[in-house]
């Protein structure tokens, strides 16, 4: 494997010190052994260092790449700032709800209730406003606050009481499908949400973006400084890494685990209230197609920079790549099986990259 | 398959074997003949897994060849190996946990069948029950791997070479984690298959077990044999010579244990410590500055009490104080605020984030005095590097630098890394759980001189080991536990390998406290 090379170019500075037997996750050359003259010809130098470029920048080439042919093909359509726009106003609740997946797959949970939160958040907002004649600003409090509790109880039976984070998840979002069609007696609402609350997403202000994509972008700042800039996310990547290893350091692992679910449930709210506010109609269970797309992007970003590792501006390429190829191929006038045999397969190969890079 | 009919011979010949920058190999032979029981020693990174890895067609060298009774002859791949007879039990157990014994036992081999699919259940158990019947190995064909101990594993894994009919076996470290009553066991399996002509090749740092099983020994350094000889000819000395290349002796025998003052003040005391059926109310108390060795068998407690001290278990009953005062310990974090810290047993398992940097896991447990600014807790990645390279090179860590992958190190400088993130904590109590395991000589001695410097500083040093010379070698006290009960203490002169596994196998009970 090409990539190792280079760590283990380095290795050989200071020989003895990498464990044979013991040490499993290194399989391929054992031991900085004696220093040889070879190690500093030139022809062997870019190899590792080319494999190491393409493992953790590849698919932001990629994604570069991908744009410039698009530019190239539709010159007149894609190359614009309105399709600039458009690009990220469609990108932007993905990215919001990619962002707070991100927070709990660091700590190796996971979280399948989001879809469902997403359309309770929408629902709640929905008649909170329209049939209870709530305010609509403390109406998004409270909808962000169910949004909190839901994380708190996904939290606390996953790290508390130990169920499995996928099923219990699962059976999460079953229910919260459940009280927001209860909440809305599934009927659709096209009317009664007062213009301000529509603003929220689509509201126009500083450069020309909506609001939408500001609040994304917010969002993604604090979540790169949490979960690279804070203690609390060095933890989080701590738990994820080996969490036994980080109780016995003294880690309050159980509080952060559940703090990873609170970051879904808020990402959701935030998601089901901006897709109301957008699209001024609620209409039942409109979250569910949130789901996957989130995952691919997250997953699609732990193929680049820090490659293995979910990270935050990894699935902020992630995000953003799926939401390019998707605007493009439709301008190519693409089928739209295409579009998700191409998405699929985009993923599949991220997904597989990104192992290699972990076993480097 | 009885005893092998043509005598085996398997020679490598200058082996070399390069990665980028790194000389695995470099010009290694090695002999391994039927009938011999072949040691295979060196620091690690000599060489001895890769040439392992050679003859299992894992690795293949850029030079050199490999004869078999004579024969050039080329290991592609892991079947290859399995073809030409070799099996491999590995340091890390490789089967499969959730299947049954037999399966594991015939795994690959194929198993019989009925209509060439369905398998036939039965003949399958009793062809496994013929390989462990030769190990004499007491361990039903049916039950579940899973709730198999460590050493019937590995007595599943030697059966599976057996069912192979293979004529090498190669076992890495397989003492590591056994009894003794283990250990005595699979010597006299090994003889015996030695004596039906197997070759066998044997991976350890045990010098011990080196000289008590082994016919023959070839030591590696730097990628290549430096001595190959006769067992009997050779004496302790002579062998740690030839491993480290230097003339030092790193022998424990040759140390003087560290030992305390009778008027040092207390600083831990246990009492009544409980956790039924495990650990029953074991009471004990530590000085400042003492240097206390924990012995006993695996599954004798110890571990499971340090863990209770510690705070990583929950106990039934049992006080613990610190210089006096009482407290309250109920998770990792609150033995660390009272200042007991734990260096586990299981490195890989519970010591170390792996996928962190070193720099990254020396500082996990104090992130907050390595803050930005004033008390938001915003790390600054500077000051961390400073603290981890002034630790680094305070302990001797070999590292080229601190955002080094901690996955990468060796074992004995991953155990330094676990200790470095401790050091600086202010704790008080230091518990180090079999923390030689697994390393090499030279690491070893590094170890023993960073817990004798923690105990000369004044601080508490619990040694928890299953190699008593080391708990001669290192500690003025010793503590022996069996079965859950505390039996035993020893002091100064009496303390002895031989006092100390009488008092585990209570044939010497005398000299319990």
């Known amino acids: ?360 | 398959m009885n005893a092998v009919s043509a005598p085996l011979k398997i020679e490598a010949r200058g082996l070399v074997k390069e990665y980028p920058g790194v000389r695995a190999l470099n010009g290694a032979d090695l002999t391994i003949e039927g009938g011999r029981i072949h040691g295979l020693l060196g620091k690690n990174g000599a060489g001895k897994s890769t040439i392992i890895k050679v003859l299992a067609g894992a690795v293949h060298p850029d030079e050199g060849e490999i004869l078999v009774n004579g024969e050039p002859t080329s290991i592609p791949d892991p079947h290859a190996a399995g073809a030409l007879g070799f099996a491999f039990a590995h340091q890390e157990l490789m089967d499969v946990s959730n299947l049954t014994v037999a399966e594991n036992v015939l795994l690959g081999l194929g198993y019989p069948t009925v209509a060439g699919s369905l398998v036939r259940t039965r003949a399958m158990r009793k062809q496994a029950r013929q390989a462990l019947d030769r190990l004499e190995a007491d361990i039903d064909p049916a039950a579940p791997l899973a709730s198999l101990s460590v050493a019937e594993r590995r007595l599943v894994v030697i059966a599976h070479g057996l069912a192979a009919d293979a004529r090498m076996i190669v076992l890495d470290e397989p003492t590591a984690s056994l009894t003794d009553s283990e250990i005595e066991h699979l010597d006299k399996v090994l003889r015996s298959l030695r004596n039906d002509g197997v070759a066998i090749v044997y991976v350890s740092h045990r010098l011990d077990e080196i000289f008590n099983l082994t016919d023959e020994v070839s030591v590696f350094r730097d990628g290549a044999n430096v001595f190959e000889g006769k067992t009997a000819e050779l004496s302790r000395a002579e062998l740690i010579d030839r491993i480290t290349g230097e003339k030092i002796s790193v022998d424990v025998e040759a140390r003087t244990p560290h030992v305390v003052a009778a008027e040092a003040p207390e600083l831990l005391r246990v009492e009544n410590m409980t956790l039924p059926g495990v650990v029953e109310n074991v009471s004990f108390e530590l000085k400042a500055g003492e240097m206390l060795g924990i012995a006993g068998l695996v599954g004798s407690g110890r571990t499971e009490l340090m863990r209770l001290i510690f705070g990583a278990d929950k106990s039934s009953a049992g006080e613990v104080y610190l210089r006096g005062e009482k407290q309250k310990i109920r998770t990792p974090r609150d033995g660390i605020e009272a200042g007991i810290v734990l260096l586990p047993e299981d490195r890989k398992g519970h010591g170390g984030v792996f996928t962190f940097s070193v720099r990254k896991n020396i500082t996990l447990p104090s992130m907050p005095k390595f803050r930005l600014v004033g008390p938001a807790p915003f790390p600054s990645a500077r000051r961390e590097k400073a603290a981890a390279r002034e630790l680094v090179q305070r302990l001797e860590i070999k590292v080229p630098n601190v955002e080094h992958p901690a996955r990468h190190l060796s074992g004995g400088n991953q155990q330094k890394m676990v200790l470095a993130k401790w050091l600086d904590t202010g704790a008080d109590v230091f518990i180090f759980d079999e923390p030689t395991q697994g390393i090499d000589i030279g690491g070893k001695e590094d170890v023993y001189r960073l817990m004798t410097g923690l105990a000369e500083r004044g601080k508490g040093v619990i040694f928890i080991s299953s190699e008593f010379t080391e708990l001669v070698g290192t500690c003025g006290r010793v503590l022996v536990m069996r079965e859950g009960h505390l039996v035993a203490e020893f002091k100064g002169e009496s303390i002895t390998e031989e006092t100390l596994v009488g008092a585990c196998y209570e044939h010497d009970s005398e000299a319990a406290a």
């Open chain 1, 1 to 360: 494997m090409a990539e190792t090379a280079a760590i283990h170019r380095s290795e050989n500075a200071n020989e003895g010190w990498e464990s044979v037997g013991e040490n499993q996750t290194v399989t391929e050359p054992p031991a900085g052994a004696t220093n040889t003259a070879v190690a500093s010809t030139p022809q062997r130098e870019w190899g590792p260092i080319a494999a190491n470029i393409a493992g953790k920048y590849g698919l932001l080439i990629t994604f570069l790449l991908t744009i410039v042919v698009f530019c190239l093909l539709r010159p007149d359509t894609f190359a614009t700032w309105d399709n600039a726009e458009a690009i990220l106003t469609l990108a932007a609740p993905p990215m919001i709800m990619a962002v707070g997946l991100t927070v709990v797959l660091v700590m190796q949970d996971f979280d399948l209730s989001f879809g469902a939160m997403i359309g309770l958040a929408g629902g709640a907002v929905t008649t909170f406003i329209v049939s209870d004649g709530i305010g609509w600003g403390l109406a998004i409090l409270m909808v962000l606050g169910i949004g909190v509790v839901v994380g708190i109880l996904n939290g606390f039976m996953v790290a508390y009481l130990g169920g499995n984070s996928f099923i219990i998840t699962l059976a999460m979002g079953t229910v919260l499908t459940g009280v927001e069609f209860a909440l809305t007696g599934q009927d659709t609402v096209f009317q009664g949400l007062p213009l301000d609350f529509l603003d929220i997403a689509s509201g126009s202000s500083i450069l020309g973006f909506n609001n939408q994509i500001w609040i994304a972008l917010g969002i993604i700042i604090l979540a790169w400084l949490l979960m690279d800039r804070t203690e609390l996310g060095r933890y989080m990547y701590a738990i994820g890494g080996n969490e036994e290893a980080a109780r016995l350091s003294g880690l309050r692992v159980r509080p952060y685990r559940v703090i990873g679910f609170i970051a879904v449930g808020l990402a959701a709210s935030i998601v089901g209230i901006l897709m109301i506010s957008l699209s001024g109609s609620y209409s039942p269970n409109g979250g569910a197609t949130y789901l996957l797309p989130a995952f691919a992007a997250v997953f699609l970003g732990a193929a680049v920079f820090r490659p293995g590792e979910f990270n935050i501006p990894g699935t902020v390429i992630g995000v953003l790549f799926l939401g390019v190829i998707q605007t493009g191929l439709i301008m190519l006038n693409t089928e739209s099986y295409v579009i998700n045999l191409v998405q699929g397969g985009i993923l599949i190969a991220a997904v597989l990259v990104s192992r290699l890079g972990q076993r480097a």
